[in-house]
């Protein structure tokens, strides 16, 4: 009996299990049918974490958070967040375990320095916190988007072709949220009104989704003339191009738009050579030009009625209306709220992850809006700067300053060094995509999402993975450096 087991313990346990499933189940107990996923997810957490890495970036868009379906306020992502956990878990263990997990060269870059901080100081910040398991909460959802999106992403792009995967997968996942949205906003015949959640449940709203799409565009634009392509792929790049076009179009998202804009403008300033010290005598004149007429400007801005409607001229033009626009009225009096937040602690700030269950006290008569609320359902800070300030003093808004000057330097030098070719198109696409939610993040925050997190810190990877890979002082008439490897 017990070699008849041994020999076929496979078949007995399958039946062991579905016997044991009819039981649980005649007793209404269902969670026993999840084992079988379960026990594929962690074999192939061992046997092909790369894959599973890759099917992550491919479900982010299309996950769905549990606190959009009413199932108790769990504020979950399926399945991207439960399997980040596991991935976390695993790549901690290996830290742990072995030697060279993680790239010596990665954990001395700038930027990764620069992160390390970050977490350093959120850490810290969780002692005097108003709300200590928020902030803990707060701080182990960064840390699973870091060591799997980060940390892990850069042995990832050891092999150059995943970067590649990473957008391509990311995309085709992003374009069947669209057409899904497109869809859905058709049957209300493409209105401003409906455009703020049509694409539920895969985005909470309207500005989350826009910005995503912002992402991803220049991608969209650099594939279609990526070299080695075939003809097919670069149709299937006009049409994801298409694709993202529409959704951005029609997602009535502003600040997104603006985004856009801002990346066009750099991208145009760095392809025609435009002089450093151009740029930088411009934005000093325009910035003395601003507090020379602040008065002015102001009064010109309060001139403008225009608000968000259906006419996108319109939509458009209301991105300066700061008298009668509800939604540029709320998102002023979330920042006022924030430096009002950040006056009572400036060093050590409430605690990250905060912000949404302490602003309320501290909105102003004169500030509240028609869509105003005492209760964190309207979003954050709306700021991914002044986000930190309240939550994490001036230190936390200085290193996020900082993440984002640093990341810039290393980009530009590192594009403006590489020679043309693939690994030149893959850092534009990926530090473009970043712009376009750097200048987003001075109106809106996302990196609490798996969403922007993904893309966010994926595309920071690929950056810091090329720039070790052609360092500063090597001469192009030579091969590149290899790729990285773990050092003995």
Known sequence: MVRALKANWIPFACVAFVLANVLCMAKEVYWLNLLPAALLVAWALVAAADKVLLFIVFATPLSINLEQLDLGGIGVSLPTEPLMVAVMLLFLLKVVLERGAVDLRVLRHPITVVILLQLAWMALCILPSSMPL???????????????????????????????????????????????????????????????????????????????????????????????????????????????????VFSYTRAAWVGVAGALALFLTMRLRVPGWVVGAVAVVAGAVYFANQDRITIALERNRDESSDDLAKHVSSIGNIRSDASNLERINRWNSALRMYEQRPVMGWGPGTYMFQYAPFQAARDRTIISTNFGLNGNAHSEFLGPLAEQGLPGMLLVVVLVGVSCWTAVRLYSRLPAGVDKRIVGAAFFGLVTYYIHGTLNNFLDLDKASVPFWGFTAMIVVLDLKYPARQAFAQPPAPSLKPQA
Request: glycine residues 6%; proline residues 4%; charged residues 15%.
């Open 134 to 248: 928020v902030s803990v909460k707060y701080l182990a959802a960064r840390l699973w988007f870091l060591c799997t999106m980060y940390f892990m992403a850069t042995r990832l792009f050891e092999e150059p072709r995943n970067m590649q995967r990473f957008f391509w997968l990311y995309t085709c996942g992003l374009a069947i949220v669209i057409g899904y949205t497109l869809v859905n906003h058709a049957q209300y015949r493409f209105e401003q009104d409906p455009a703020h959640w049509v694409m539920s449940p895969f985005f909470k709203d309207h500005t989350s989704y826009g910005a995503i799409i912002a992402f991803f565009l220049p991608f969209a634009v650099t594939a279609i003339g990526m070299p080695g392509y075939s003809r097919t792929r670069r149709g299937v790049a006009v049409f994801f191009l298409l694709v993202l076009t529409a959704g951005m």
